[in-house]
């Protein structure tokens, strides 16, 4: 048996599955949960709640979650670069681009 990997979908972030670009997660939390399992061979290993804290107004958030694993999944997709950027300061993401499009006119 190969490696073990574990994902997870919950209902307050939207993202990418990480193995291609389908988005998962937020209020279509069933249908994130559904992707994994029928398109990437994932099993539901728990369900369940959670609480947070919103950062802006220090409210509780209720969450819900499916925490699935795959034996031998299928090799994890190469992030956009949007979403790498996504996670950098701002004057990070300013070079970052300039350095791209300057790549992009010298070749």
């Known amino acids: 048996m190969g490696k073990s990997r574990l994902a997870s979908v919950d209902t307050l972030q939207t993202g990418s599955c990480d193995h291609c670009d389908v988005s998962v997660g937020g209020p279509d939390l069933a249908d994130g949960a ?4 029928e398109a ?23 969450q819900s979650i499916v925490v699935l694993q795959a ?3 299928p090799p994890l997709r190469t992030p956009a670069v949007r979403e790498i ?17 300057s790549q992009d006119s010298e070749g």
């Open 85 to 101: 950027l996504e996670g950098l300061p701002e004057e990070t993401r300013r070079e970052v681009a300039k350095k791209l499009l």
């Open 71 to 73: 034996n031998d999944p």
């Open 40 to 62: 990437h061979g994932y099993k539901v290993v728990h369900v369940g709640g959670f609480t947070s804290s919103d950062p802006n107004t220090g409210r509780p958030l209720q």
């Open 34 to 37: 559904n992707h994994y399992s």
